[in-house]
């Protein structure tokens, strides 16, 4: 049986600091896993932002697509 991403929600958090929490925690995973993160809008900005500074390193598999949460499993395919 596979384990269960972990969850990063950020909804709770003050916006500035999400994306830094956001992209700390995408930089300490390994190659293969993957965390899913929480939050209370789309993150697709962060999405483009990972494409322009990560491209290729990156999976992003939207799990829950609102109105009121959001749930986006990202994982890591490759190291920087």
């Not at 830094?20 to 190659?31: G, N, P, Y």
């Not at 500074?53 to 959001?70: C, H, K, M, R």
Request: overall charge negative.
């Amino acid at each position: 049986m596979p384990i269960p991403a972990p969850i990063l929600d950020v909804r709770t958090e003050i916006p500035r600091i999400r994306h830094q929490l956001i992209f700390e925690t995408f930089a300490s995973l390994a190659v293969g896993a993957a965390f899913v993160l929480v939050n209370d809008h789309d993150p697709k900005p962060l999405y483009y932002q990972l494409a322009a500074e990560n491209a290729g390193e990156f999976s992003w598999d939207y799990l829950e697509e609102g109105p009121q949460v959001w749930r986006v499993q990202m994982g890591r395919l490759a190291a920087a």
